[in-house]
DNA sequence: CGTCTATTTGAATGTACTCAAAAGCGGTGG
DNA sequence: CCACCGCTTTTGAGTACATTCAAATAGACG
């Protein structure tokens, strides 16, 4: 059933009853998306805490200028949205947009709160979460300023080996921090050298 | 009372009954370190969360040639630790030492388990405070990329006014990711074109 | 097949770094 | 109170890594 890998990411972290699991997924709904769409603009308020069931979800910080900088891409198994503005409702700071055809699970602000009061145990499962991505945005800062740009590539395909054949180059670039001109010549040296 | 600042700033998040705030205190132990001291170097495990009272502790990254990564200063109000770590009782990432003669309030990796059994609402205020962390720790790896270094000084010190004065240039410089020597070469540019 | 977008390439440029040396500053002891 | 020591900050010259801009090439999709 398609809430299975919602269930199934969620036991990894804490055990729900019977009956908590079936609140959990009576608040709960499916939406599908396609490529190009937009889940949130800056500037709105997310209203919903999405967990993607399939596809690949950007988000991405807009400059005035126009230009993007991705912040993370969310693939099957993560949680997407912009957290801080879902939190406390107000205007978000980022972009969030569909980068393949995708399928996610929707948990609405209200609900979410409700889900907060009926199962404690949620929030703990959203700390955990939370925590998790903080670690890694921790580091990512850290890797950021002591890498290389060559580096920084190498750790992004180390780290997520299919994202790479999913994703255009040049939003890559953005993710790392790059140039996509500059991307395009460290995978030749790359290729070059080895 | 010493534990005054501790409880302000948890009742900023959650509500704590007397019963329970009593409890929490119960749970905490004070513990005054001096400058130069360390509270965690990387690879030991982090017993402790710390809430820090007085003082400046700073949490950095150690590179195997000696350079350090500053990740965060952390001064009254704030708390400080290497989270993975205390959170997973693994080897640290980072090293947590003492920039000030400071005075922190200690909890324990066991008595925080403790607690968040006995006071569910503490789950959430940790779900709170590292979710305004994971908050700001994506706009600095945003600003990291975007932000040339006079930019990304100039923010560093309208966020942290008073850190400024308090911790070493070469420390702010390894904050915002840049050598001592430019900052220092920022500043004058600074001073001479205003 | 044609159009639109993404990637590659190269030349010129710029921002920030490295290295080395000098200057400043605070504390300590004679 | 001065002199010296260690550490931090400043300064400058040379360099390197990454960007910008423009043009050519390659790929994807209707």
Request: net charge positive; proline share 2%; with cysteine.
């Given at each position: 059933m398609i809430m299975e890998k919602l269930i199934k990411n969620i036991a990894s972290h804490v055990q729900l009853t019977d009956k908590e699991e079936k609140l959990l997924l009576s608040k709960v709904n499916v939406k599908k998306i396609k490529k190009g769409e937009y889940l949130l603009r800056s500037?709105?308020?997310?209203r919903y805490q999405n967990f993607v069931l399939s596809g690949c979800i950007k988000t991405f910080y807009l400059e005035r200028n126009g230009d993007q900088h991705v912040v993370s891409f969310d693939v099957e198994n993560y949680w997407t949205g912009d957290l801080f503005s879902f939190i406390n409702?107000?205007?978000?700071?980022f972009n969030v947009s569909c980068i393949e055809d995708s399928e996610l699970i929707q948990i609405s602000h209200d609900n979410i709160e409700i889900l907060y009061k009926e199962i404690p145990k949620l929030e703990r499962l959203f700390r955990i979460l939370i925590q998790n991505a903080y670690v890694s945005s921790q580091m990512r800062v850290i890797d950021n300023i002591r890498l290389t740009a060559q580096e920084k590539y190498l750790k992004f395909v180390a780290k997520y080996p299919t994202l790479e054949n999913r994703v255009p180059q040049y939003m890559v670039a953005s993710y790392i921090g790059i140039t996509a001109e500059f991307l395009s010549k460290i995978k030749r040296k790359i290729l070059t050298n080895s």
């Amino acid at each position: 059933m398609i809430m299975e890998k919602l269930i199934k990411n969620i036991a990894s972290h804490v055990q729900l009853t019977d009956k908590e699991e079936k609140l959990l997924l009576s608040k709960v709904n499916v939406k599908k998306i396609k490529k190009g769409e937009y889940l949130l603009r800056s500037g709105e308020i997310c209203r919903y805490q999405n967990f993607v069931l399939s596809g690949c979800i950007k988000t991405f910080y807009l400059e005035r200028n126009g230009d993007q900088h991705v912040v993370s891409f969310d693939v099957e198994n993560y949680w997407t949205g912009d957290l801080f503005s879902f939190i406390n409702q107000t205007p978000a700071h980022f972009n969030v947009s569909c980068i393949e055809d995708s399928e996610l699970i929707q948990i609405s602000h209200d609900n979410i709160e409700i889900l907060y009061k009926e199962i404690p145990k949620l929030e703990r499962l959203f700390r955990i979460l939370i925590q998790n991505a903080y670690v890694s945005s921790q580091m990512r800062v850290i890797d950021n300023i002591r890498l290389t740009a060559q580096e920084k590539y190498l750790k992004f395909v180390a780290k997520y080996p299919t994202l790479e054949n999913r994703v255009p180059q040049y939003m890559v670039a953005s993710y790392i921090g790059i140039t996509a001109e500059f991307l395009s010549k460290i995978k030749r040296k790359i290729l070059t050298n080895s």
